[in-house]
Nanobody, 129 residues
Framework: VQLQASGGGLVQAGGSLRLSCAAS????????MGWFRQAPGKEREFVAG????????YYTDSVKGRFTISRDNAKNTVYLQMNSLKLEDTAVYYC???????????????????????WGQGTLVTVSS
């Protein structure tokens, strides 16, 4: 599967952005999806994840209550709605797909980079003061 992330840009602190990740190829609904980010000078980190059906979502603590991950399997797209953006949210955001072997496995490993099989190219989000 190929992933194309979009929607990044420059936004003021407190503002909102919605990232999209469009997937090409077959069986998008068979992949759990995640968003990661990498800030300048830092390692890439998990941001949010969503199960194949969209029923289960996962977030890193720093974005809980501000970010929402969702997916539309009919459109082969996963979204990341980002509200109340902070300066520390500035990063390149990547979407990733995990060909899950089972829901239970994903529920305990969703934050691990190594379980994701496919990665998008990244989209830059810059939050200014």
């Amino acid at each position: 599967v190929q992933l194309q992330a979009s929607g990044g840009g420059l936004v003021q602190a407190g503002g909102s952005l919605r990232l999209s990740c469009a997937a090409s190829g077959r069986a998008f609904s068979s992949y759990a999806m995640g968003w990661f980010r990498q800030a300048p000078g830092k390692e890439r980190e998990f941001v949010a994840g969503v199960s194949r059906s969209g029923d289960s979502t996962y977030y890193t603590d720093s974005v809980k209550g501000r970010f929402t991950i969702s997916r539309d399997n009919a459109k082969n797209t996963v979204y990341l709605q980002m509200n109340s953006l902070k300066l520390e949210d500035t990063a390149v955001y990547y979407c990733a797909a995990h060909a899950t072997v089972g829901h239970l496995y994903y529920t305990t490993n969703y934050y691990r980079e190594r379980i994701y099989d496919y990665w998008g190219q990244g989209t830059l989000v810059t939050v200014s003061s």
